[in-house]
């Protein structure tokens, strides 16, 4: 199956800082989303982005797909932004994670 | 809008016991219905997929299958619990291969 890999696997912010998280894979994929997962255990969509680049408020993501990666940018972070954000790649019905990065932002 | 439903929310379930995980959609028809599996601290991992009623595809050999007797119903079973059975099991949705969309998931603990 297809490889995904996340990192960093930790990241603490501090409120109003920007970071930048990766997702590499390891084959050609037709579906490419991040989520991010509150703390109940939801997982929330942010981008649906098998290529290209999009932007959704404070947060963007990039798909090089020729490359394989994906990155998920975060500006002026808050604290609600805590929490784990995975990457799922993939073809047709099936998706593979990546094991995650957990977010603390600190306020 | 469509909505996705999972219920229980948390389960606690001795060894040996038998299980039932149900997920509905509401707001489209003919989804395409998934069950995954995620271990403490860990990602998601796939178990079924389905496109269509009656129609169940597995990705790991394990002590569960899956069912969908309508068509925005998906049910995960199990005759025996195992210890290993635990963890949080997500239900999600998706029109056609495109995006998919979770539930709020079910915590099953077995003891």
């Known amino acids: 199956g297809i490889q995904v890999e996340q990192s960093p696997p930790d990241l603490i912010l501090q409120e109003g800082a920007n970071s930048t998280l990766r997702c590499n894979f390891s084959?050609?994929?037709?579906?490419l989303q991040w989520f991010h997962q509150n703390p109940w255990g939801q997982l929330i969509n942010l981008f649906y982005i098998p290529s290209g680049t999009k932007q959704n408020g404070r947060l963007s993501a990039t798909t090089v797909a020729t490359e394989r990666y994906s990155l998920l940018y975060i500006s002026s972070s808050q604290t609600t932004d805590s929490g784990v954000y995975f990457c799922?790649?993939?073809?047709?019905?099936?998706?593979?994670f990546g094991a995650g990065t957990t977010v603390t932002v600190r306020a | 809008s469509q909505t996705i439903h999972q219920w229980p929310a948390t389960l606690v379930q001795p060894v040996g016991s038998p299980l039932s995980l149900e997920c509905t959609v509401e707001?489209?028809?003919?989804?395409?219905l998934y069950w995954y599996r995620q271990a403490a601290g860990r990602g998601l991992q796939l178990l079924f997929y389905?496109?269509?009623?009656?129609?169940i595809s597995s990705e790991v050999p394990q002590n569960l299958s899956a069912s969908r007797p309508q068509d925005r119903q998906f049910i995960l079973s199990s005759k025996k619990l195992l210890l290993s059975d635990s963890g949080f099991y997500l239900c999600a949705w998706s029109y056609n291969y495109n995006e998919q969309f979770f539930g709020p998931g079910t915590r099953l603990t077995v003891l």
């Open positions: 389905s496109v269509g009623i009656g129609q």
């Open positions: 084959d050609s994929v037709n579906n």
């Open positions: 799922a790649v993939g073809n047709d019905y099936k998706l593979s």
């Open positions: 707001g489209t028809s003919n989804p395409n």
